[in-house]
């Protein structure tokens, strides 16, 4: 691990475990903003982590931005932290510098209408299922016209807004937009081409179902050890044994996989096959995340099934990151497609080109 | 918040070059090497082969000079898998150069290592395992394969059991019982290297469900071996064999044993636009992609001295579903029943991996031990 990776794991680490307790998520859940604890985050500069240090940030890589993203997933950490990371990053690749505030993005769907000429550019439309879309200031989302495709930053206040959850009751809500102004605009580059919020909302949930099946094993490891049935812990059962000792393996295949595509996010662009890595990672840790829901609530019996009991916090979410920007089945298809066509005697050459 | 501790790893510059050297050596030497004997993997027996390779210098390459070229275990890595990956014949070499050799390199003595590692290197002289019993599979430590004091050395009686290969190879390293009882377990076991050549040695070949002669019972009858043949200190032979076990479990053998058939499977589908068939492919890959990244991460700990046993441990539990999954997934997409006589290069392919993958989850620890001693690293035992 980098210095860079051990600092900010120790700083997400005393940081979220002081500020993320049951009621901080109980409360986030029922629609109240965590002021607290986005203060908090932006005190200690892990918005601009990944932006360039010419424009404010830290110029952190994605290897090492891993630490921050994969401590969000192991906290559940209710805010759209992750979204506004990825944004102003994109946002600083283009030489554009990000605006301060909430930053969330639509990473996926159909993109908005864009109208009028240079100068004047308006957009239109429904961006669906957008991560704390009521809560931000701003929007990254794609938009198309017959003949120009671009990335707009859009001001959160001019859209109207139908507030909806994920499973894990995170904000995904649906924005219209008609006949906006957009704040930024920058036309597809050879670094970001169409989808590619796609691809980095990808890894970006992988990274944190990575860490939250951790945190399921954690809390696994801590309840068979308190929890005691026929007058010994259930952590001396081998069954119980067995189970866990498959969640540790899927969450460690989780994290290397998701490591391996932030790592390949540093050094590939989308348009030299970036989403191979991420297909990887989303596709492996998106398994993994579901043996550790499943395994997880199987150990815990009945108080895990309870609203008391943290652990649904972690579980809910990672069902809704697993089916987020892809599901295991829709990665696995593009992936299988170019391995089939790709040929049998070529696959292996391929795999070991990779980084 | 981290039970284990596996850093990305990144392969050495130039490996490239020595990754297509094997290539080309494998294109020239096994063009004609039937695609179904390909699908047999690393329990291919081919003595030839083993010597050519040693010949390129591509056997004990991590071994100090004179006995290898110090290389990392990296490089290493890279001609295995690509050996792996090929399905070449490899198995008359593949327990001395992974793991006897190491063993005698690390806990051996000078007159051991002189004696033993050139031909391990050269591909001339094959080790075997000698750890399983009649009564003694999963439970290691209950051996009772005794070696008494003698003058000059240990008189050994008892028996070994599924010992691959044991009829063609010239040494076993076997766990024996030096001191004390079955009650003691751990304490008292040493590894002594036995030559197979003995005539108090008997071998019995055993055959599997496949109708192959890989395996086999080896009995010692009153066997004298030499006080240099013992490996390491004697008493030490657990702690010994669990270093061994760290070689043993985390390399691209434990998941490629299948990949054979997978690269048959993909041919066959190479037209086809079921969505099932890429979703499934797509998953095996991902799988295949993030075993390598693993196991690799373990190599690089073993290279920098690191017991990596609880990670290597994971990568056989992950690896071996991976390998088993591989038929499973076959059968799942491709309707036809494998004929074993006359069948295609996928048929027969499947048949053999098919009924071989339900010993890659017995060979080298259960998958029940395995996690048993996960869940040991994770603090549950």
Same mark, same amino acid.
């Given at each position: !691990?980098?210095?860079?990776?051990?600092? %900010?794991a120790?700083t997400?680490?005393?940081?979220?475990?002081?500020?993320?307790?049951s009621e901080?998520?109980?409360?986030?859940?029922?629609?109240?903003? *965590?002021?607290?604890?986005?203060?908090k985050?932006?005190?200690?500069?892990l918005?601009?982590? !990944?932006?360039?240090e010419?424009?404010?940030?830290?110029?952190?890589?994605?290897?090492?931005?891993?630490?921050?993203?994969?401590?969000?997933?192991?906290?559940?950490?209710p805010?759209?932290?992750?979204?506004?990371?990825?944004c102003?990053?994109?946002?600083?690749?283009?030489?554009?510098?990000?605006?301060?505030?909430?930053?969330?993005?639509?990473?996926?769907?159909?993109?908005?209408?864009?109208?009028?000429?240079?100068n004047?550019?308006?957009?239109?439309?429904?961006i669906?299922?957008?991560?704390w879309?009521?809560?931000?200031?701003?929007?990254? =989302?794609?938009?198309?016209?017959?003949?120009k495709?671009?990335?707009? %930053? %859009?001001?959160?206040?001019?859209s109207?807004n139908?507030k /909806?959850?994920?499973?894990?009751?995170?904000?995904?809500?649906?924005m219209?937009?008609?006949?906006?102004? *957009?704040?930024?605009?920058?036309?597809y580059?050879?670094r970001? !081409?169409?989808?590619?919020?796609?691809?980095?909302a990808a890894?970006?949930?992988?990274?944190?179902?990575?860490?939250?099946?951790?945190a399921?094993? /954690?809390?696994?490891?801590?309840?068979?050890?308190?929890?005691?049935?026929?007058?010994?812990? %259930?952590?001396?059962?081998?069954?119980?044994?067995?189970?866990?000792?498959?969640l540790? +393996?899927?969450a460690? +295949?989780?994290?290397?996989?998701s490591?391996?595509?932030c790592? =390949? =996010?540093?050094?590939?662009?989308?348009?030299?096959?970036?989403?191979?890595e991420?297909?990887?990672a989303?596709?492996?840790?998106?398994?993994?995340?579901?043996?550790?829901?499943?395994?997880g609530?199987?150990?815990?019996? +009945?108080?895990g099934?309870?609203d008391?009991? !943290?652990?649904?916090?972690?579980?809910?979410?990672?069902?809704?990151w697993?089916?987020?920007?892809?599901s295991?089945?829709?990665?696995a298809?593009?992936?299988?497609?170019?391995?089939?066509?790709?040929?049998?005697?070529?696959?292996w050459? /391929?795999?070991?080109a990779?980084? | 918040?981290?039970a284990?501790?596996?850093?990305?790893c990144?392969?050495?510059?130039?490996?490239?070059i020595?990754?297509?050297?094997v290539? &080309?050596?494998l294109?020239e030497?096994l063009?004609s090497?039937?695609?179904?004997?390909?699908?047999?993997?690393?329990?291919?027996?081919?003595?030839?082969?083993?010597s050519?390779l040693g010949?390129?210098?591509?056997?004990?390459?991590?071994?100090p000079?004179p006995y290898?070229? $110090?290389?990392?275990?990296?490089?290493?890595?890279?001609?295995?898998?690509?050996?792996l990956?090929?399905?070449?014949?490899?198995?008359?070499?593949? @327990?001395?150069?992974?793991?006897?050799?190491?063993?005698?390199?690390?806990?051996?003595?000078?007159?051991?290592?002189?004696?033993?590692?050139?031909g391990? &290197?050269?591909?001339?002289?094959?080790?075997?395992i000698?750890?399983?019993?009649?009564?003694?599979?999963?439970?290691?430590?209950?051996?009772?394969t005794?070696a008494?004091?003698?003058?000059?050395?240990?008189?050994?009686?008892g028996q070994?059991?599924?010992?691959?290969?044991?009829?063609?190879?010239h040494?076993?390293?076997?766990l024996?019982?030096?001191?004390?009882?079955?009650?003691?377990?751990?304490?008292?076991l040493?590894?002594?290297i036995?030559?197979?050549? #003995?005539?108090d040695?008997t071998?019995f070949?055993?055959?599997?469900m496949?109708g192959?002669e890989e395996?086999?019972?080896?009995k010692f009858?009153?066997v004298?071996?030499? #006080?240099?043949?013992?490996?390491?200190?004697?008493?030490?032979g657990?702690?010994?064999v669990?270093?061994?076990?760290?070689?043993e479990?985390?390399g691209?053998?434990?998941?490629?044993?299948?990949?054979?058939?997978?690269?048959e499977?993909?041919r @066959?589908?190479?037209?086809?636009? #079921?969505?099932? &068939?890429?979703?499934?492919?797509?998953?095996?890959?991902a799988?295949?992609f993030?075993?390598?990244?693993?196991?690799?991460?373990?190599?690089?700990?073993? #290279?920098?001295?690191?017991?990596?046993?609880?990670?290597?441990?994971?990568?056989?539990?992950?690896?071996?579903?991976?390998e088993?999954?591989?038929?499973?997934?076959?059968?799942?997409?491709i309707?036809?029943s494998?004929?074993?006589?006359?069948? $295609?290069?996928y048929?027969?392919?499947?048949?053999? @991996?098919?009924? &071989?993958?339900?010993?890659?989850?017995?060979r080298?620890?259960?998958?029940e031990?395995?996690r048993?001693? @996960?869940?040991?690293?994770l603090?549950?035992?």
């Amino acid at each position: !691990m980098s210095e860079t990776s051990a600092i %900010l794991a120790e700083t997400c680490n005393r940081l979220f475990s002081d500020l993320i307790k049951s009621e901080t998520l109980r409360e986030s859940e029922l629609g109240v903003w *965590p002021d607290l604890v986005w203060k908090k985050i932006e005190e200690n500069g892990l918005l601009f982590a !990944m932006v360039s240090e010419s424009y404010g940030g830290s110029g952190v890589k994605w290897i090492d931005c891993f630490q921050i993203i994969y401590s969000s997933g192991y906290y559940s950490v209710p805010v759209p932290l992750v979204e506004t990371i990825i944004c102003s990053w994109f946002l600083s690749q283009y030489n554009k510098v990000p605006p301060k505030g909430i930053i969330t993005f639509s990473g996926g769907g159909k993109p908005l209408d864009l109208s009028g000429s240079n100068n004047s550019y308006k957009v239109s439309g429904v961006i669906e299922r957008v991560p704390w879309g009521s809560s931000a200031n701003y929007v990254l =989302a794609e938009a198309h016209n017959s003949n120009k495709q671009v990335y707009v %930053l %859009l001001d959160a206040k001019t859209s109207k807004n139908l507030k /909806d959850k994920n499973i894990g009751r995170e904000p995904r809500d649906s924005m219209t937009f008609d006949n906006v102004c *957009p704040t930024i605009i920058v036309d597809y580059s050879e670094r970001f !081409m169409s989808n590619s919020l796609l691809v980095y909302a990808a890894l970006a949930r992988s990274v944190q179902m990575a860490g939250g099946a951790s945190a399921v094993l /954690d809390n696994c490891i801590i309840y068979s050890r308190d929890r005691e049935q026929f007058g010994r812990p %259930l952590a001396k059962f081998q069954a119980i044994q067995q189970q866990l000792a498959i969640l540790a +393996a899927e969450a460690a +295949a989780a994290k290397i996989s998701s490591q391996i595509a932030c790592r =390949a =996010a540093d050094l590939i662009d989308v348009s030299s096959g970036l989403e191979f890595e991420v297909a990887i990672a989303k596709i492996r840790a998106g398994e993994s995340a579901r043996l550790a829901a499943s395994i997880g609530h199987q150990v815990h019996g +009945a108080i895990g099934f309870t609203d008391e009991y !943290m652990l649904h916090y972690l579980t809910r979410r990672l069902w809704s990151w697993r089916s987020e920007y892809g599901s295991e089945s829709y990665w696995a298809q593009r992936m299988g497609k170019a391995v089939i066509t790709g040929g049998a005697d070529n696959l292996w050459a /391929d795999i070991t080109a990779r980084l | 918040m981290q039970a284990f501790n596996l850093d990305l790893c990144e392969l050495p510059p130039g490996v490239d070059i020595l990754r297509e050297e094997v290539r &080309a050596f494998l294109f020239e030497t096994l063009s004609s090497y039937p695609k179904t004997s390909r699908a047999r993997s690393w329990m291919g027996f081919d003595a030839e082969f083993s010597s050519k390779l040693g010949d390129r210098g591509w056997l004990g390459m991590t071994w100090p000079e004179p006995y290898g070229k $110090s290389c990392s275990s990296l490089e290493r890595y890279v001609v295995i898998e690509e050996l792996l990956a090929f399905g070449a014949p490899v198995a008359a070499h593949w @327990i001395g150069e992974r793991q006897s050799g190491p063993l005698i390199l690390r806990f051996g003595s000078d007159k051991q290592q002189q004696k033993l590692l050139p031909g391990i &290197a050269s591909g001339k002289s094959f080790f075997c395992i000698g750890m399983s019993e009649p009564n003694s599979g999963s439970d290691l430590a209950s051996i009772n394969t005794q070696a008494k004091r003698a003058k000059g050395g240990w008189i050994v009686n008892g028996q070994k059991i599924w010992t691959t290969y044991a009829q063609k190879c010239h040494y076993m390293i076997a766990l024996v019982r030096t001191s004390g009882s079955i009650e003691g377990r751990h304490g008292g076991l040493s590894q002594l290297i036995i030559d197979l050549r #003995d005539p108090d040695v008997t071998v019995f070949p055993i055959r599997n469900m496949i109708g192959d002669e890989e395996f086999n019972e080896v009995k010692f009858d009153n066997v004298f071996v030499s #006080d240099s043949m013992l490996v390491g200190e004697e008493g030490n032979g657990w702690q010994q064999v669990i270093a061994e076990l760290a070689f043993e479990r985390s390399g691209p053998d434990r998941f490629l044993s299948s990949y054979g058939l997978m690269v048959e499977l993909i041919r @066959i589908l190479y037209e086809t636009k #079921d969505k099932h &068939a890429e979703v499934a492919i797509g998953r095996l890959t991902a799988h295949l992609f993030t075993l390598r990244q693993m196991s690799l991460a373990v190599a690089a700990v073993l #290279d920098e001295g690191g017991q990596p046993n609880i990670e290597a441990t994971v990568i056989k539990d992950l690896g071996v579903a991976f390998e088993q999954l591989i038929p499973e997934i076959a059968h799942d997409l491709i309707n036809v029943s494998p004929n074993i006589l006359h069948g $295609s290069d996928y048929e027969k392919s499947l048949a053999y @991996i098919q009924q &071989a993958c339900v010993s890659f989850s017995l060979r080298g620890g259960t998958t029940e031990i395995l996690r048993s001693i @996960i869940a040991k690293g994770l603090g549950l035992r």
